[in-house]
C-alpha cells in the first residue's frame, strides 16, 4: 500500500508556471505506475500525465503536450509535475494517484488528497 501527499499548487498568472510535489511512502515506491489527474468544476477527472515505475515511458493529454512535464525521483519516493505555459483552462484540482500496473494508461488504485491549481487570465 502506498500513501500519496501532494504540494505546490496555488494561485498563478496565465503564462506562468508551478511544479506540483507529490511524496509516497512505502517501501515499494518504485514498482507502482504514478499518474497527474485533475478534475475541473463540473467536469470528469482527467489523466492529465502518467510515468511508468521505471521512468522510461511517459503519457500525456493532448491539452498539456508540450507544457507540462512529469518526473519521478524513486530514491526520494517522490513524482512532480512541472506545468509551463499555464491557462486558465489549467485550473482544477490535481491528483497524484499511484497504480499497481506496468501500463500508464490504466485503472489507478491509490489516490492523494489533491491540491488547487488556480490560473487567472
Known amino acids: 500500500q502506498v500513501q500519496l501527499v501532494e504540494s505546490g499548487g496555488g494561485l498563478v498568472q496565465a503564462g506562468g508556471s508551478l511544479r506540483l510535489s507529490c511524496a509516497a511512502s512505502?517501501?515499494?515506491?518504485?514498482?507502482?505506475?504514478m499518474g497527474w489527474f485533475r478534475q475541473a468544476p463540473g467536469k470528469e477527472r482527467e489523466l492529465v500525465a502518467g510515468?511508468?515505475?521505471?521512468?522510461?515511458?511517459?503519457y500525456y493529454a493532448d491539452s498539456v503536450k508540450g507544457r507540462f512535464t512529469i518526473s519521478r525521483d524513486n530514491a526520494k519516493n517522490m513524482v512532480y509535475l512541472q506545468m509551463n505555459s499555464l491557462k486558465s483552462e489549467d485550473t482544477a484540482i490535481y491528483y497524484c494517484?499511484?497504480?499497481?500496473?506496468?501500463?500508464?494508461?490504466?485503472?489507478?488504485?491509490?489516490w492523494g488528497q489533491g491540491t488547487q491549481v488556480t490560473v487567472s487570465s
Open positions: 510515468i511508468s515505475w521505471t521512468g522510461f515511458s511517459t
Open positions: 494517484a499511484a497504480a499497481n500496473s506496468r501500463l500508464v494508461r490504466t485503472s489507478y488504485d491509490y
Open positions: 512505502g517501501r515499494t515506491f518504485s514498482s507502482y505506475t
